[in-house]
């Protein structure tokens, strides 16, 4: 995962200035990497991803997402999206998880 050079105008205290890019193949040999990052995002505070690039998605790796979102919520750090592909919203809604991750999407 890279550094995007968009900056979150949504940007709090604990959002970073610059969101990470996910991977265009977001499948499931990507799960374990995707997660080791959201760990040390995690640890770094708020997350803020740049999903304009994925092209495909997994439900394990949704699922990943899933988890860093309510982890942030839970301790009160921010979780944004930023830019989610038409691809990314449509694998989200068939998985019956839009409402969930809506609050996280800009």
Known sequence: MTDAN?????????TPDVAHA?????????????????????????????????????TPCVQILLAAGRGAEAASKSFKITQAS??????????????EFDKWME
Do not use: C, W, Y
Not at 6 to 13: G, K, S, V
Not at 86 to 99: D, I, K, M, Q
């Open 6 to 14: 968009a900056t979150n105008p949504a940007a709090t205290d604990d």
């Open 22 to 58: 996910l991977p265009q193949m977001l499948d499931l040999t990507q799960a374990a990497p995707l997660r080791d990052e959201m760990v040390r995002l995690a640890g770094a505070g708020g997350i803020a991803l740049d999903a304009s690039g994925v092209e495909r998605m997994s």
């Open 86 to 99: 038409e691809l990314f919203r449509t694998a989200v809604a068939e998985l019956g998880l839009r409402s």
